[in-house]
């Protein structure tokens, strides 16, 4: 789902830059509010956290192997504000540090897994879990259908960005400038492949992990997050 | 079993070569970045500020020729820098402009995109027509895509990560988010390190792990297991911050200090990207 530099017009570049600064702005006083300086490893770690989640290979039937993003499983253990300052740094430091995904493109792509998928995928989980008790096992179904919910619905925004491109940039005999496909194709394509395969990936990583981590400490889904 | 099934189910093994290969990756750039070469030599934040120039102005031409010219300054570039040019290849079009290019294959034939056809074949009974609009695209999008990715590469290749994320709070980006970039860069090499322990006494215990279920077990327990104990950890790293004299501004030892050479060089930049822009105009 990372867009990587060129695939978006400036403009388009422009536009989800200046989309974000607002829920950076936002994010960044609702942190601060809660979390004291004491606290700034904790938000590193998730920071890191959803870098390693994006890093591992989830095996799927029949042989072939997957990556999540994480963002829903983060925005559950350190609440969605804080896990949209999380996947933000994570999609930085793999722009600016090892040249994955785009510098131009981060506003789009910090909308879209930064945003869109922490925010939708907790309130999922939100209204799923209700005030069922920290173990319950209503958690872990509430936490993978966040977590499909949140991923399809972004990969649905990274597929309008794409398809919006050959309509709004192209030259005179039609030759597309950026992304090549409309939104009858970048749609379907990118949905369908999250709605089969990648969320399924994000279900299983996320309930598995809250699954476990019930066992090991279940004071991670105590009370409410920021 | 074979070894060919066995290699295809251990879904340890790419894991974690992906995962060593993203870290040693990391380190290779640190040693690039520390090499005496051109690049290196510049004030960080003026380089970002040409590079990020550079960006803009090969996201925004329309002229596949201009933007391989941008593509050819990245080239001499990464050549006075010391980059071995086989690794700056590698780096630069292997996966993104590669998988790029395979996207953008379709659009390629009259069926996608209309318009004057350039040739045209039969394979196995079907007719294929590239077209002018089609092969004009698919050609400006990746080299579009391959020289956006060379800047990022070349940026990230020759700079230090530290002096990078200090250009950061130098172009104003709020202290939160580069304390939490240093730190969560730091973190990194621990989580690697702690994921890479498990795996390896996993493996070392069951061997392959056949089946995709109990895989998928050890990657979601693994993940558990690591926030557990950073977590647990947090309140550590804090106490060490203070003990070496954090007072919530991060600081580098090394202060930068612009140049008349930097300066120059930034000149430059924004007069090969005016210069681009007008040839871009006249085309």
């Known amino acids: ?226 | 079993m074979s070894n060919a099934l066995n290699k295809k189910r251990d879904f340890i093994e790419p894991s974690i070569l992906s995962a060593l290969a993203f870290l040693k990756d990391a380190t290779l750039s640190e040693e690039y970045a520390n090499r005496k070469g051109f690049l290196q030599s510049l004030d960080p934040r003026l380089k970002t500020l040409s590079f990020l120039a550079f960006l803009v102005t090969a996201i925004s031409l329309k002229s596949a020729v201009l933007i391989g010219t941008l593509y050819g300054f990245c080239f001499i570039f990464a050549i006075l820098s010391r980059i071995p040019v086989r690794h700056f290849l590698v780096r630069t079009l292997l996966f993104i402009p590669l998988f790029s290019l395979f996207m953008v294959l379709p659009t390629l034939f009259s069926i996608v995109t209309p318009g004057e056809p350039v040739c045209s074949f039969h394979v196995l009974g079907l007719n294929g027509i590239i077209t002018r609009p089609g092969l004009d695209g698919a050609v400006l999008f990746v080299v579009r895509i391959a020289t956006s990715v060379s800047l990022v590469v070349l940026l990230s290749l020759t700079t230090r990560h530290s002096e990078l994320l200090k250009v950061l709070r130098v172009l104003g980006v709020p202290q939160l988010f580069v304390l939490t970039i240093s730190m969560c860069f730091r973190y990194l090499y621990l989580f690697a390190t702690m994921v890479e322990n498990i795996f390896t006494a996993i493996k070392s215990r069951v061997g392959v792990v056949s089946h995709h279920r109990h895989g998928q077990n050890v990657v979601a327990w693994n993940l558990a297991n690591t926030w557990n104990r950073t977590t647990q950890m947090s309140e550590e790293v804090y106490m060490a911050m203070l003990s070496r004299g954090y007072t919530g501004e991060p600081r580098l030892l090394r202060v930068f200090h612009a140049t008349l050479k930097d300066w120059v060089w930034l000149c430059c930049a924004l007069i090969i990207c005016a210069g681009l822009f007008y040839r871009g105009q006249i085309l």
């Open chain 1, 1 to 226: 789902m990372h867009i990587p530099d060129g695939y978006l017009s400036p403009a388009t570049c422009g536009l989800f830059g200046a989309v974000m600064i607002p829920i950076w702005t936002v994010a960044s006083k609702a942190v601060r509010k809660t979390l004291s300086v004491r606290q700034v490893p904790y938000l590193a770690i998730g920071a890191a956290f959803s870098f390693v989640i994006m890093m591992f290979n989830v095996p799927l039937p029949g042989g072939s192997s997957g990556h999540a993003v994480g963002g829903v499983l983060v925005a559950i253990l350190i609440g969605p504000w804080a896990a949209c300052i999380a996947v933000t740094v994570a999609l930085v430091i793999q722009a600016l540090l090892f040249g994955d995904g785009g510098i131009t493109a981060l506003g789009a792509n910090c909308f879209n897994m930064a945003f869109v998928l922490p925010f939708v995928g907790y309130y999922v989980y939100k209204l799923i879990s209700l005030n069922s008790p920290p173990g319950s096992s209503r958690r872990i179904i509430a936490a993978g259908a966040g977590a499909y919910a949140g991923i399809c619905l972004a990969a649905l925004c990274a597929g309008i960005e794409f398809g919006l491109q050959p309509l709004l940039y192209h030259t005179a005999n039609g030759q597309a400038l950026y992304s090549p496909y409309g939104l009858n194709v970048a749609v379907p394509a990118m949905v369908i492949g999250h709605l089969l395969v990648f969320g399924w990936v994000e279900v299983i990583v996320t309930a598995l992990v809250v699954k476990y981590l019930q066992k090991q400490n279940s004071v991670f889904f105590e009370g409410d997050r920021l």
